[in-house]
C-alpha cells in the first residue's frame, strides 16, 4: 500500500498482544524476499503461535502469551 515516506514508522507493543506496525513499512523474510501486505497498519505475531505467521491471528489469547505493553519504537 502506498505512503508517505515522511510519515513515522511506529510500532506499539500491546499488553499480552501482538505488535502493531503502523506508516510506511516493507515486510522481508530473513533471505530478504518481500511478504505480500496491502495495509497501512498491521499486527505482528510476538507469542509464536499464530497459523499466519508473521502476522497475529489471536492466538496469544488461547495460549495465555503474557509480554508487558507499551511504544517500542
Known amino acids: 500500500m502506498p505512503h508517505?515516506?515522511?510519515?513515522?514508522?511506529t510500532v506499539t507493543a500491546y499488553e499480552d498482544g501482538p505488535l502493531l506496525l503502523r506508516g510506511p513499512f516493507e515486510l522481508r523474510?530473513?533471505?530478504?524476499k518481500p511478504i505480500a501486505c496491502d495495509r497501512a497498519t498491521v499486527a505482528l505475531c510476538r507469542c509464536g503461535h499464530s497459523s499466519v505467521?508473521?502476522?497475529c491471528?489471536?492466538?496469544h489469547k488461547v495460549t495465555g502469551f503474557r509480554a508487558p505493553g507499551g511504544e517500542t519504537a
Open 4 to 9: 508517505d515516506r515522511d510519515e513515522p514508522v
Open 29 to 32: 523474510t530473513p533471505d530478504g
Open 53 to 55: 505467521k508473521p502476522f
Open 57 to 59: 491471528d489471536g492466538s
